[in-house]
């Protein structure tokens, strides 16, 4: 035991000499988590920890009508008042240049003649009869740079829509069913079909989003989207640490190294003990420095203690198998090198370091759970919403199970091709 810890906090030593080593196992996760923190305005101060409030949205109505003045009371309501900023704009040009700009992620035009498309006055054919035509459309001209808020705005609109929508269908048939039952006359029906909908528009403008905080217990619980980004980069470049750990077993090989070490009285065993205890107390090591740096310089809450301990302690353990299994499978430093390099990319994407794997379909979403990322991700974001050990003994008990199968496997294919024998 004590030859394997030898051997184990000597390469841990050896890793953290290597200056080009730990820029990509610190300096590049640290660098990235950084940028992504402007990006989202969690570093900035441009925006909350959701990067979800005062949405600025431009408001053009050239309708001045019930149901352009409707849309644009919603977007002023109280209830809205913590989503979105909107500002009433005359001039479609105008408003569109504020959002090339990126000074607005949204413009919303209502052109003229938009109600009275929908609710014709009285003489006038109904929507849908010959002479009326279709109803006309609101416009939205969204910011590319802004996706998420361009889509707040825009499900605001077919919110309010799909109400206008139900309104005037539910006028039609109500008229049709008053009509039928003989109640009113057929040549009533104009007037109150028109009076039904305009009834509709000034019930529809309140709106089903509203903001509401619930809190259990004295505080609310706040998810600050770098408690997402922090763990994706630190497990993405986790997988870069783990195969330049097995990159060293295959360099020494051939070097020399490694071939005097097993002259010694120490069995391969041992060896290959204390090149895996090296490997994972590097991976420990940079996931403990990262963690560390982001609480004390960006105030990250990472949760839980005790299960971000245990969690690191799991992931590393599961990364380290895939490194291992690398090792075993490549004829050369430098393949594992390759090899390494597109594993961590591709767990990167797969493990959702750069895309929320919700956002994924449902195939993809089985197939990210062959990466450590995913599962160490799951449990980082349980604990950064304020779960404990009990969220997280799932991804746990799944990031060991995967590290002991890939380390079987890797130790079979050790003894196979003879790569730690005398």
Known sequence: ?????????????????????????????????????????????????????????????????????????????????????????????????????????????????????????????????????????????????????????????????????AGRIGGQVTVTQLITSGRIQPGQAEALGQEIGERQVSAGNATAIRLEKVSAGEAPMEFDILAYMAPGMALMFLMYTVSYGGRSILAERAQGTLPRLLVSPTSSAQVLGGKVLGIYLTGVAQLAVLILASTLLFRLQWGNPLGVAVLVLAAVFGASGWGMLLTAVARSPNQVASLGSALMLTFGILGGSFINLDALPGPIQWISRITPNAWGLDGFTSLALGGGLEQVALPVVALLVMGAVLFLIATLLFNRRSILER
Not at 148 to 153: D, E, L, M, N, Y
Request: no cysteine; glycine share 10%; hydrophobic share 50%.
């Open 1 to 165: 035991m004590k030859k394997i810890m030898l051997i184990g906090f000597k390469d841990l030593t050896l890793a953290f000499r290597d200056r080009a080593a730990l820029v990509l196992m610190l300096l590049a996760p640290f660098l990235l988590t950084v940028g992504l923190g402007f990006v989202t305005g969690r570093l900035s101060g441009s925006s909350g920890a959701s990067g979800l409030s005062d949405i600025p949205v431009v408001l053009v109505n050239q309708d001045q009508e019930p149901l352009g003045d409707a849309l644009v009371e919603l977007f002023f309501s109280e209830e809205l008042a913590g989503l979105v900023a909107p500002v009433a704009g005359a001039d479609l040009a105008e408003a569109r240049q504020l959002v090339d700009g990126d000074q607005a992620a949204a413009v919303v035009f209502i052109p003229q003649g938009f109600t009275r498309s929908i609710i014709p006055e009285v003489g006038s054919p109904a929507l849908g009869e010959p002479g009326q035509g279709s109803a006309l459309r609101i416009v939205i001209y969204v910011n590319p740079t802004r996706p998420t808020s361009a889509g707040v705005v825009q499900t605001i609109v077919e919110q309010f829509l799909a109400r206008v929508e």
